[in-house]
T-cell receptor, first 114, second 114 residues
Framework: AQKVTQAQTEISVVEKEDVTLDCVYE???????LFWYKQPPSGELVFLIR??????QNEISGRYSWNFQKSTSSFNFTITASQVVDSAVYFC???????????FGTGTQLKVEL | DVKVTQSSRYLVKRTGEKVFLECVQD?????MFWYRQDPGLGLRLIYF???????EKGDIPEGYSVSREKKERFSLILESASTNQTSMYLC?????????????FGPGTRLTVT
């Protein structure tokens, strides 16, 4: 069975601080995909990144970066120099090919304050 | 601009009422999903559909049914609403979940059952 764990329920930081959101996954499949989504207060989940299991390269996109480590089954997300607009719930998700479903973590609420 | 739309952003219903939540996507996707989102529990899959008139139970189907008569429309039905069905309901659609953005989400319907 697949499982995604986001152990951090809520994180509060002050603007300009760096923050890392943790994601640990479990699967026995060798081919899988990992995702991060952002859910702002408006409610709609917004795609941030997709990574397949054969690509362990870290990715940077502006202030966002992702660290994928198969050895620890982790796919962590770092926001550098956080801003108030980063305040949202962030979800990590896993797809392994069984059916057409994503398995979601429980989400991390990030609050960035002035 | 791709879109998943949901019929209502906010809905208040009484216990015992039959409730319909509608979702429409304009991307010609085969797969459509209904989730509920509750604090601390993340996104839980209620039902999904991989084709017209096809449906499969998700993790928490009890108390719900679905209908997919047309490819673009996926309806969630609460046959007899109860207070424990007060929640945020999110609809999503996708092609193959391992590609692109995984799933596209609607803005959500916040349902209150009194």
């Amino acid at each position: 069975a697949q499982k995604v764990t986001q152990a951090q329920t809520e994180i509060s930081v002050v603007e300009k601080e760096d923050v890392t959101l943790d994601c640990v996954y479990e699967t026995r499949d060798t081919t899988y995909y990992l995702f991060w989504y952002k859910q702002p207060p408006s409610g709609e989940l917004v795609f941030l990144i997709r990574r397949n299991s054969f690509d362990e390269q870290n990715e940077i996109s502006g202030r966002y970066s992702w660290n994928f480590q198969k050895s620890t089954s982790s796919f962590n997300f770092t926001i550098t120099a956080s801003q108030v607009v980063d305040s949202a719930v962030y979800f990590c998700a896993l797809y392994t090919g069984g059916g057409n479903k994503l398995t979601f973590g429980t989400g991390t609420q990030l609050k960035v304050e002035l | 601009d791709v879109k998943v739309t949901q019929s209502s952003r906010y809905l208040v219903k009484r216990t015992g009422e039959k409730v319909f939540l509608e979702c429409v996507q304009d991307m010609d996707h085969e797969n459509m999903f209904w989730y509920r989102q509750d604090p601390g529990l993340g996104l839980r899959l209620i039902y999904f559909s991989y084709d017209v008139k096809m449906k499969e139970k998700g993790d928490i189907p009890e108390g719900y049914s679905v209908s997919r008569e047309k490819k673009e429309r996926f309806s969630l039905i609460l046959e007899s609403a109860s207070t424990n069905q007060t929640s945020m309901y999110l609809c999503a659609s996708s092609l193959h979940p391992g590609t692109g953005v995984g799933q596209y989400f609607g803005p959500g319907t916040r349902l209150t059952v009194t």
